[in-house]
């Protein structure tokens, strides 16, 4: 059995992509300086998260999807050193739900790393997301709803992770990485979120990956547009299709402002913000980076306020997405065509084989 573990347990829209996309193309690495990161990749470990809070019928992800938690850590039962598990849905798991994941573990010690932002900011990022997503929701319901799912303030609101991974785990245990400003050098997040896991050799590290944000009118849009999109139910269809090809594949290419948030929301994430600040201060909770940042900035820039949008806006996002879809058509159907005629070509050759034998047996 490993002799520590690190959980990694998000927050959501705080790099975590990035820094997960650095640990599986380095897992050989990672093994060699003693760090097991068990599994076959990246979705084994969002099984495992879902899992551990109880999640139903996770078959309908994928027929492999079911007993992922255990086999995550039946290979850190035969593993020695350190354990690694990484996904962001992980902070959603309530405190009996984290005590029983950490009797899985025992006698591991296990270390809790929560990477992680202001409120304003995750607000707006969290439900950009859910849009992405195929929610239909408007960012005031998102922001209200009382939800137990990966989009809402279950997993957003720094405070209540904090609070609820805290009812298992000593506070030393728990290492909060704030966001590092976009002053601070490109693998500073990397480097602070490796120096929490002790690893010291060289990786390979790329240019930070950024999920490309829509703007306020672009991600208007695409939530009207999901409410003519009931077809598409399934996690493949709406993270290869909605969430890939519309949103970040086209509607990003429009650019735009930033969606902004009115005083009502900007002061509750204030709040948010402010507790989970005074919460990591009093339980003296590990924090590599500036802890203040943490707090929504006075001068936050304002973004585009979404009661101003207005419907030509979104007629002009629409009518430029409608065209760039059409020459998405056109090359496809151009590809199929191509595909068909090599096909013809190459069963041209075997169908004159099959006549030749035919004749040959007197068919």
């Known amino acids: 059995m490993v002799a520590r573990v690190f959980l990694h347990i998000g927050l959501p829209k705080t790099g975590t992509t990035y820094l997960q996309r650095i640990l599986w193309s380095n897992r050989g690495r990672l093994r060699e300086d003693g760090v097991v990161l068990p599994g076959g990749g990246h979705r084994e470990h969002l099984w495992a998260a879902l899992e551990v809070q109880g999640r139903k019928h996770l078959e309908r992800r994928d027929p492999r999807a079911p007993g992922t938690w255990e086999r995550l850590c039946a290979e850190l039962d035969a593993a020695d050193g350190t354990g690694l598990i990484t996904h962001e849905f992980f902070c959603g798991a309530s405190a009996p739900q984290v005590r029983r994941a950490l009797e899985r573990l025992a006698p591991a010690e296990v270390h809790v790393v929560v990477t992680a932002r202001h409120a304003a900011g995750m607000l707006t990022a969290g439900w950009q997301e859910m849009v992405k997503n195929g929610s239909e929701l408007d960012l005031h319901a998102a922001a209200e709803a009382d939800t ?64 490309p944000s829509l703007g306020a009118v672009q991600v208007e849009l695409l939530r009207r547009v999901n409410a003519h999109l009931g077809s598409f139910h399934t996690a493949f269809d709406r993270g290869r299709w909605i969430r890939g090809h519309l949103a970040e594949g086209r509607l990003a290419e429009q650019q735009g402002q930033r969606a902004g948030l009115d005083e009502e929301l900007l002061a509750d994430c204030r709040r948010r913000s402010r507790r989970a600040v005074d919460l990591i201060v009093e339980r003296g909770h590990p924090v590599v980076g500036d802890v203040d940042s943490l707090l929504v900035p006075d001068d936050l820039p304002a973004g585009r306020s979404l009661d101003s949008i207005t419907d030509g806006e979104m007629l002009e996002s629409a009518t430029r997405l409608v065209g760039v879809l059409l020459e998405d058509v056109r090359e496809l159907t151009a590809e199929l065509e191509r595909r068909d005629e090599q096909s013809e070509r190459a069963a041209t050759p075997l169908r004159r084989a099959a006549r030749v034998l035919r004749r040959g047996r007197g068919d």
């Open 148 to 211: 137990r799912s990966e989009f809402g303030w279950r997993t957003w609101d720094l405070a209540g992770v904090l609070e609820r991974w805290g009812r298992v785990l000593p506070p030393e245990r728990i290492h909060v990485l704030p966001v590092p400003g976009r002053e601070a050098s490109p693998d500073q997040h990397w480097r602070n979120f490796a120096g929490v896991l002790g690893l010291t050799g060289d990786y390979v590290v790329e240019s930070e990956a950024v999920n």
